[in-house]
């Protein structure tokens, strides 16, 4: 089976790479906020997938993220088991070890499964 073009850019994909950051011109305090509907990843236990969105907020520092590069950071992990936990925790993790921002907020907000519908937030402010 062929690989698409966009899975390939997927596979190749390196958060660590500095192309995907850019520096921040501003020195005042203001919010960025991003919502990403179309995360999903596969359930470690059963893997059946799982959907959310994932909203983003947060004050920048010296960097911001460049948004195709966040886009396909979030796409990896569509076939990568992992809980619910574990993915908003590695997206936060990830976003403020990289970007050392000011502020951050990661909400993922996952679609229910088996009548229960999962909400995590981690907030930098309250660390």
């Known amino acids: 089976m062929e690989i698409k073009y966009g899975e390939q850019e997927i596979l190749d994909f390196n958060i660590d790479n500095e192309e995907n950051f850019w520096p921040n011109k501003h020195e005042k305090n203001y919010v960025i906020d991003i919502e990403l509907p179309e995360f999903m990843a596969k359930c470690p236990r059963s893997g059946y997938p799982d959907f959310a969105t994932i909203k983003i907020q947060y004050t ?21 088991y ?28 996952f679609k229910p499964r088996g009548n229960v519908h999962t909400v995590i937030e981690i907030d930098s402010s309250k660390m």
């Open 60 to 80: 920048p520092n010296k960097r911001v993220i460049e948004l195709k590069a966040l886009k396909i950071y979030i796409n990896s992990f569509m076939n990568r």
């Open 82 to 109: 992992i809980s619910h936990e574990n993915s908003a925790n590695e997206i936060f993790d990830t976003l403020y070890t990289k970007l050392e921002p000011k502020w951050l907020k990661v909400i993922a907000d």
